[in-house]
């Protein structure tokens, strides 16, 4: 293509790069997921759908929430990162085909293939990906995600993972109620000291936030990764049950219609002091009626446990309440008027809720991806949510990071034999708030191995553990004296051993035969784009270069190529893209002369250059 | 105080490894070509605040967000692979410096710590005084047997004001250069703390008691 490429080497190319940089915010929910993009400025909502995931023969769906079965997956959120054992807070697990692994990893058998949570929670990605592209007509394969506070360090490694498998490279992780705090930000310039109150769909977290200027520092986080709205929505299922007295076996089918009554009354609820409906079970209607007394009750001991830890975090903080400037209500579950009337009991302190706390997280994301990718003033400080060591003699945890320590964070602790003669040290990574190994989350396990044997003590193990911006640890090994260094290095991966995770990318690469294609689509329609739009500009300008026939031959050629672009034919926009090129051939010629001759009639080389790069 | 006279190259002299530009301060960031430079700094350097042990907790907090604001591996991202580096090492060295800074008693254990004397590890086993011992033993013994939360509120003043006598002793030792002495009390104060902790514990559970919600 010869259009009008007339760049000094090494000269900024202004649209090439803008086309690289092009970074979205992406909200990975229990319940929906959404993607944002800052457009003029502010952050727009892309798209929102359902975190459903279901696998027919021949394709897969995303966001198709009417069936429930042993292909259709939901909350998947809430296996990132666990092993078979962690499983009980996945709501009706059984009705899915498990894979037997020895390492305790999760997986399912569908459709004769096997996949995993990583893998499933990929699909929603590339689904939010694809919509990106469509709705910016560019390629997208920068994302900032979100993932709760209380995420451990293994559930941010399969979100990672997830994105790599999307074809997302992954610009940073950040907290949820860091990303809300940063969309409340950009409004409100208020300085000080906040709470975040996060109740998604399936996980509960709190954030205290100092806001300071052009800073957002993150001072402590808690929550509950396995608590959220959810556990509301069967707390009332249940209760709906009790009251029907019916013996209907639940089937999960079933069961999901349940669910999706459950939440509806739920909801109407936040409005209504009374709610009367015809419940479906199956072929069966029972009129049922909710009080919001009945339902305040049910649910109370469970806003009780999210006050109490929010207690805790401002007496582990060493706050006074006055020092709190405001507490901000993020979550569609903050919804629920028990929430803000509780908390306004408890507390004398500001509640602000007038934004709307189901797509605030997302336009964080993208206020964050703007800020990587375009640099802004505003950085954002986070910190660890769960303390992280290794196992010492007798099964202890021994803390070498502590919770709520700032990140990125590199420390550095000295470990010995305790045996005469050992010759290996045995380091296990572990991550949680528990006195003894075997009640915290078991990160990884390798040996420094061909040590020299020497006395008890004697050997000087240190163990580096570094966590980089995204929360995410490496862990190095070595032996202080020894003269050859053996150095170890370990980033955790939870049941997913290294070979497993490269046959999963590798199997990514393949499938991303189709995705190659549809990232040359995209380019095609990018390139085409970015002609169209110069072509129009230019020929807005200097139309009178050429005749009104060959201007007509032109805008019917433009006209085909943006035809050609609506159909997404990848064949056929390289050929039109090629005749609107030949056909525009003379005109740009024509331009590069004209202003040429102008240049030489004293006008400002910048000026002519301004005009050809433009 | 300067001293006037010829100007000779000082070979310890620090220099930015991009630009050659002299780091008169060992600053991190070249005030010539704004390079991030790597050093052997201690906390109170890098956080550019004076080895001593009163400290303002603004002006901490100032010059950590303002370092923050520049060594942050964000800032980076476009910058070499050893800048990027560097700034990750630098940005967690500013993250301990200020989360041991900003707490009296780390800042004290470090100062100590500084001059070779070290208090502040599980693993150093220096044992407090047997006095000491059978004093803090008492309390947490009171802890333990507090039954309401009045009870324990007044356990919990009486240690608030033990802790604030012995912060103001280190501090006046400080002052004095006994560093031995600040040394005792910094250990003291560590049991303090530890008792106040438990105090917190406890009030939960009395707190939990009491509602019977939960």
Known sequence: ?614 | MKKAGVAVANPSLHKCFSCDNNLLNKEIICNYCAAINDGDYNFFDILSLDVAFNLNNEEIEKNYLRLQKQVHPDNYSTKSKREQETAFKYSSLANEAYHILKNRRLRGEYILALSGIRVNSDRDNVLPPQELLREIFATRDHVQDAGNLTELMTISQENEKSLQKTFDDVSLYFQQNSLNHAASSLIKARYLEKIKEEINLKTRILQNESNPNH
């Open chain 1, 1 to 614: 293509m010869n259009l009008i490429q007339i760049t000094e080497p090494g000269a900024r190319n202004v649209s090439d790069k803008q086309a690289d940089g092009v970074a979205i915010g992406i909200d990975l929910g229990t319940t929906n997921s959404l993607a944002s993009v800052i457009k003029d400025g502010a952050p727009v909502i892309i798209d929102k759908v359902a975190s459903v995931v279901r696998y027919n023969k021949n394709e897969i769906l995303v966001g198709n929430n009417s069936s429930n079965d042993d292909i259709t997956f939901s909350s998947i959120k809430r296996l990132m990162g666990k092993s078979q054992s962690e499983m009980t807070s996945f709501r009706s697990i059984e009705k899915y085909n498990f894979e037997d692994s020895k390492d305790g990893s999760i997986s399912f058998k569908v459709n004769g293939k096997t996949l995993t949570p990583v893998e499933i929670s990929s699909e929603i990605l590339k689904y939010l990906k694809s919509k990106s592209e469509a709705f910016l007509q560019r390629e997208v394969s920068k994302a900032v995600i979100t993932v709760p506070a209380y995420f451990d360090d293994a559930a941010r490694n399969a979100t990672k993972l997830a994105a790599n498998l999307a074809g997302l490279d992954v610009l940073r992780l950040i907290n949820e109620p860091t990303a809300a705090a940063l969309a409340y930000g950009i409004d409100d310039t208020c300085e000080g000291k906040y709470i975040i109150y996060d109740l998604g769909g399936g996980t509960f977290d709190l954030s205290l936030l100092n806001m300071q200027k052009g800073v957002f520092q993150v001072l402590a986080t808690s929550g509950d990764a396995n608590f959220g709205g959810d556990d509301i929505d069967s707390k009332l299922l249940e209760f709906l049950l009790t009251q029907i007295q019916s013996d209907q076996k639940l089937t999960p089918n079933l069961l999901s219609s349940l669910f999706g009554q459950a939440r509806k009354i739920k909801e109407d609820l936040s409005f209504n002091d009374k709610i009367n409906s015809a419940l479906e079970i199956g072929t069966l209607v029972r009129e049922i009626t909710v009080t919001k007394e009945q339902f305040n009750l049910l649910i109370d001991p469970a806003i009780d446990y999210t006050i109490s830890l929010l207690s805790q975090l401002i007496t582990d903080s060493s706050l006074e309440q006055s020092e709190i400037k405001g507490i901000v209500l993020v979550g569609g579950a903050t919804r629920i008027p028990l929430i803000k009337q509780k908390l306004s009991k408890k507390f004398s302190i500001t509640i602000y809720d007038n934004l709307n706390p189901d797509t605030i997280v997302a336009e964080g994301a993208a206020i964050q991806a703007h800020t990587l990718t375009k640099g802004s003033d505003q950085l954002l400080l986070d910190v660890v949510p769960l303390s992280l060591g290794i196992e010492i003699m007798g099964g202890i945890f021994d803390r070498i990071i502590n919770k709520n320590s700032p990140i990125p964070m590199i420390k550095e602790e000295e470990f010995t034999t305790y045996e005469d003669g050992q010759t290996g040290i045995t380091i296990h990574v572990l991550q949680g708030e528990r006195e003894l190994a075997k009640d915290c989350r078991s990160l990884a396990k390798f040996t420094v191995a061909n040590l020299p044997a020497m006395k008890a003590g004697a050997l000087r193990i240190i163990v580096n553990f570094s966590i980089d911006a995204d929360g995410i640890l490496t862990v190095t090994a070595y032996e202080k004296n020894s003269h050859e260094k053996q150095i170890i290095e370990v980033k955790p991966s939870y049941g997913m051993d290294l070979e497993k995770i490269q046959a999963m990318l590798k199997s990514a690469h393949k499938n991303a035969a189709d995705d190659i294609n549809a990232k040359k689509l995209m380019e095609l329609i990018t390139n085409a784009y970015k002609m169209l739009s110069q072509l129009e500009m230019q020929l807005k300008e200097d139309r009178h270069l050429i005749s009104t026939k060959e201007l007509k031959k032109i805008d019917t050629q433009i006209t085909i190529l943006q035809e050609a672009i609506s159909k997404k034919n990848a064949d056929k926009i390289d050929c039109e893209i090629k005749k609107l090129d030949k056909l525009s051939e003379n005109f740009v010629n024509l331009r590069i002369n004209f202003y040429l001759n102008k240049t030489l009639k004293g006008k400002s080389v910048n000026e002519v250059e301004q005009k050809f790069l433009s």
